[in-house]
């Protein structure tokens, strides 16, 4: 077995090798520069290592692990354009780089490619796999359907959010992890299970990222801290804070959202004392700690040896238990 | 064995049945929109009337064909997108009635949906289905994006502008009529050679469409005479009536097509003047036949019984020799 850093080298040297420049320039070019600029190439690591716990080889995992970093990728570039992002990793997102038209032509044919290296899988699990891939590519546009939706209504449930950031996330995830297990030669019930832990687990890891963008050491999140709080994005704890500050008949906060004329330090230490008030924080990690109990359970069902395990539960905590 | 007008009204109804409208709404429902103005439904109907031809079952067809319904209009959407179009037969285009995000996602999941579908044929069939949807889907974002360069290139080869058509016209035909073949049990063989036949049958369609621009009875062809010519399209005819143009050292052509002050009608009128002096309308006809007999050289080779055969000759007549 490979550590996670050892797969990511691996997985970045076939990727680089895969990812040749072809004619037309202007069509892959784009798609070579937004690549290259990196990400933690969290999926396809997941989906060998998956593969190399159930005692597959990694060989056999590199195809479809590119198939869901191109999926991935394709829909980073096509959100990019639709939250009109200038930057991504710190770096010019291709919409801005290029131009609107490149950035869907080029995220098209990324995802096509996507299709093309999934079919490169053994072939005794191709239909089995291509059918979790297409689910879960149809319920990762939906996630981010709910996503753009959201933005618009004054009012969004717990439950709602939940099951947006379980298709725009979380799924992904799963995904990735059920299609190494299937292709680590693991029982059906074992994949089946996998996706369960890697499910709760991403659902706990988008929680966990809501969290730090509040209380997250900046350097280590990478981004503003309360950046979700200037723009007013539904994160649990907003959606958390609102619902407890109506039911106390308390205006504060839905005065400092619609207040425009405040700066946006004093907004995110406005809405910060609010989630105090209410103890948002406290409300977060257990709802967090919830999902990373169901994704726990899952995993001590999988018939798997200890030793195994341990990678596993030492996943969640490198995942979710991260940067404070 | 159905007539195609049987098989459109087949195909018709199995794509109502279908198609239909899910949650969320906002994702769904402007493709149910966009899938219900129409068009001709000639790429599954030759699907379909491939299947048939080679003595499979009408049913056997119809995932695959829908399939291929939901990839063409998932470029349709996309293209339209990228080339700013309004409308679309007619009806508004997707990005105009509802808006850019909306275009971009709603088409992003129909391409997925198209996958989902290409699941659904025959698994002996699978793979073989699957490799050659790929391909030619990764050909038509190539095409497409050589349509785009070829406006910002003031000089286009005749060779390269067939290229790009076969790329984003022609090939779509070819597979769907070769997937279809395969699925009527065709032999490898003649599923290539029918393959063969629509890819030449598609590139003397998209000349026609050129001619038809320029010559055909404004109300058969649903566009504006000279709609091309106007917004200065690099097509077959222009390509040729420029080449000729400079090997007569005559700039007649080059000063109208910079020429912004004249009228829309004025310009069409001088440029179908140049194509005159060149009979450039004799070249393209000829062109066109070229392609329309590698068509006819193809389909003599196929193992079919004449009957069958004359049904995919009177195909060439419809498509390409129409309204004249």
Known sequence: MHSIEEIRTIFTSYLQQETILREPKNLYEPNTYFLQIGGKRLRPCLLILATEIFGGKTEEALA????IEYFHNFTLIHDDVMDK???RRGFTTIHEKYN???AILS???LMIKACEYLAKVNPIYFKTIFDIYTQTAIEVCEGQQYDMDFENESIVSQDAYIEMIRLKTAVLLAAAMKIGAILGHAKQEDADLLYTYAENLGIAFQIQDDILDCYGA????GKQVGGDIIQNKKTLLLIYAIEQSKQNNDSTLSAIL???SISDKEKVNAVLEIYDRYNT???AEEKRDKYVFDAQEALQKINLADNKKDILKQLISYLVMRAY
């Open 64 to 67: 479809a692990a590119l198939a």
């Open 85 to 87: 992002a200038p930057v």
């Open 100 to 102: 609107l038209n490149t």
């Open 107 to 109: 995220g098209d044919v």
């Open 218 to 221: 900046e350097n280590l999140v």
């Open 258 to 260: 619609q207040n425009k």
């Open 281 to 283: 924080q406290k409300y």
